[in-house]
């Protein structure tokens, strides 16, 4: 068989290249009389020798993107790196940020919406990645724990300090949400940690040290701010 | 989960003409969090074939007083709703409502909208991979009523079919008790009408039909509302009975009220009886306790859930109670 040619014409069909000569549908310079027309408009039909050309008129005359995006193209921010993926409707915002991408600091355990421990945080509210479709986080800004830890947070020092895991596998959902309620309120009172920690279920029962955790964190944060320079307390 | 379409409206229309496309082949999608589990448990025999989704309509996610009624959007979120100071205070039921929901994640997520368009929970109706073929999704039976039936009616099964399963909203009883209209993509109806029992629907909405907009009268002078929630974890759990009051006193006696439980009925239970039992008397804890009584004078609890009916008459007298606070 020659080199480059389809394989299908050893199935006894014509391989591609005749097939759509035969058909004249694509260009070809070998064939006298067949006209080379490079580009023609999907809308109109008028034919264009440049790429350039027929993107500005699809602009210009038909009022469209000259190349619109796919349903599923996602562009979105997690931990600060701009990203663009192509997803299917059924995946999980979770099976994006774990499995396509291998933050794997992200857990799952229900699978539900019912124990926190998928949480990440976007556009500054704690949500449940395993309960959000990633087709629907188009221009979203994500924060997963791997983000938290890489921006030096006192909380993951504090975590560690005040033994707030013993299996360990609540504990990035702990951290996330504890971060987006640190964001909003750099003072909160062991009642509103009780309250913003509510929806995370620790089958270890380590629930008691993550207030004292959180409001450690919360006090170095403070003084960070109070002198600025010392540490970014973004 | 398994395939499906998803496509983004971004206009109420588009929703509409998407969803009539499709007819009940389809579903809008709001927060997910009451859809996404139920199409992963593949519960239903139907599975949908698109997601429409709300979210990326402008304009359905807001929160104002016009003209002293409170408007919010459809697709605004639990949690705004409940953290919202104007809210807290002029229409405290509401308020408490949305921060008795599930869990702090679930109202970052959840809408006002799909909250009260939440399929029920029963516990047959959910076992995954459609188990239990039941009256609800067009079968012939009722699994509950001969089984565990503890967080099921307790005032008789839907007229219809014998279904049990009660309906699960915290936020629906207090904007009844508010007196609460909502506004679709076709019409608008007092909420009390919106809910229905019928296979595969707990709404009166048509399959090509939306919520935009939840609007509640300015209540009455010297009115307050209270909601309180009975569940067996402060956070993450449903209702087992939850209860809205918006009482009006006037010189120490009753002048209007609206009590409304929820989790003990097929729909939220307006307990006209407990009203009627307090209008023009003078209020104090008797009074309140024999509204408790009123409420639940028609309850037929089954086999397993007498309890609910103790609880659900401490709720009401203590909800309105805490309206005379
Ligand atoms: C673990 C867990 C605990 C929960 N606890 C509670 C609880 O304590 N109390 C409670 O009330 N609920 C609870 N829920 C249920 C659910 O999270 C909430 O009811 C939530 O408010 C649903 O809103 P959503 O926007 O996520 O709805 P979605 O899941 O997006 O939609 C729910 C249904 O309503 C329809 N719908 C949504 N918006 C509209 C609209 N604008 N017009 C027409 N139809 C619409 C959808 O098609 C779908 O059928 C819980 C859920 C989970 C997973
Ligand atoms: S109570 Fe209703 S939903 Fe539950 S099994 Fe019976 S018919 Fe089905
Ligand atoms: S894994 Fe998402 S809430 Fe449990
Ligand atoms: S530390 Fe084991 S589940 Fe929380």
Redesign the pocket.
């Known amino acids: 068989m020659k080199a480059g040619s389809s394989n299908r014409s050893s199935c006894g069909r014509l391989d591609d290249g005749a097939l759509y000569q035969e058909l004249k549908l694509m260009p070809n310079k070998d064939v006298p009389g067949v006209e080379l027309k490079k580009y023609s408009c999907p809308y109109c039909l008028i034919t264009f020798d440049a790429f350039e050309a027929i993107k500005s008129h699809i602009v210009a005359d038909h009022k469209s993107e000259a190349l619109p995006e796919s349903e599923g193209t996602v562009h979105l921010t997690i931990n600060g790196q701009e990203y663009t993926f192509q997803v299917e409707p059924d995946w999980t915002l979770y099976y994006l940020i774990h499995d396509k991408l291998g933050f794997t600091g992200t857990k799952l355990m229900c699978d539900?919406?019912?124990c926190g421990s998928c949480t990440v945080i976007m556009n500054g509210r704690p949500i449940l990645s395993c309960m959000t479709l990633a087709i629907e986080c188009k221009g979203k800004r994500i924060e997963t724990v791997e983000g938290i830890a890489a921006s030096n947070h006192p909380l993951v020092e504090e975590y560690v300090k005040h033994h707030c895991m013993q299996c360990g596998y609540c504990t990035p959902g702990f951290v996330v949400t504890a971060k987006a309620l640190l964001d909003r309120n750099l003072n909160p009172t062991e009642y509103e940690i009780r309250e913003a920690l509510g929806g995370n279920l620790c089958r270890c029962g380590t629930y008691p040290q993550h207030p004292k955790a959180i409001m450690d964190a919360a006090k170095i944060l403070r003084e960070a701010n109070r002198e600025p320079g010392i540490r970014d307390a973004g | 989960m398994r395939k499906f379409a998803h496509i983004d409206a971004h206009t109420v229309d588009e929703a509409v003409s998407a969803l009539r496309l499709y007819g009940n082949r389809a579903?809008?999608?709001?927060?997910?969090?009451?859809?996404?589990?139920k199409m992963k448990d593949e519960i239903l025999p139907r599975y949908p074939e698109a997601l429409i989704n709300?979210k990326t309509i402008p304009g359905l996610e807001f929160l104002r007083e016009d003209a002293g009624v409170l408007r919010v959007g459809?697709?605004t979120k639990?949690e705004d709703i409940g953290k919202e100071p104007l809210v807290c205070q002029k229409y405290a039921a509401l308020s408490q409502a949305a921060n008795r929901?599930?869990s702090p994640h679930?109202r970052e997520?959840?809408?006002l909208?799909?909250?009260l368009?939440?399929?029920i929970r029963c516990w047959y109706y959910r076992n995954p991979n459609n188990r239990f073929p039941c009256l609800r999704k067009g079968g012939g039976r009722c699994y509950a009523i001969d089984g565990d039936n503890r967080y099921h009616s307790i005032m008789g099964g839907s007229v219809e079919g014998g279904c049990y399963a009660v309906h699960?909203?915290?936020?629906a009883p207090a904007l009844i008790a508010l007196n609460a209209l909502v506004v679709t993509s076709k019409r608008i109806l007092n909420l009390e009408n919106l809910f229905q029992v019928d296979v595969g629907k707990t709404t009166v909405?048509d399959a090509d039909e939306?919520?935009t907009e939840i609007q509640i009268p300015k209540p009455p002078d010297g009115a307050k509302s209270a909601f309180l929630k009975f569940a067996i974890r402060k956070s993450?759990?449903?209702?087992i009975v939850n209860c809205a009051a918006m009482i009006t006193i006037f010189r120490g006696k009753v002048k209007a009220a609206r009590i409304c439980l929820n989790a003990v009925a097929v729909k939220p239970y307006r307990a006209l009886n407990a009203e009627k039992a307090i209008l023009g008397k003078q209020m104090d804890e008797k009074l309140a306790e024999s509204a408790g009584l009123a409420a639940l004078s028609e309850s037929k609890p089954t086999e397993r859930n007498g309890y609910m009916v103790q609880i659900a008459k401490t709720l009401v007298k203590r909800a309105i109670l805490a309206c005379n606070e």
């Open positions: 539900r919406g019912a | 579903a809008a999608i709001a927060g997910g969090t009451d859809l996404l589990g709300l459809a697709l639990l929901m599930a679930l997520m959840g809408t909208g799909g909250n368009c939440q399929d699960p909203s915290d936020t909405l939306i919520l993450i759990d449903f209702p």
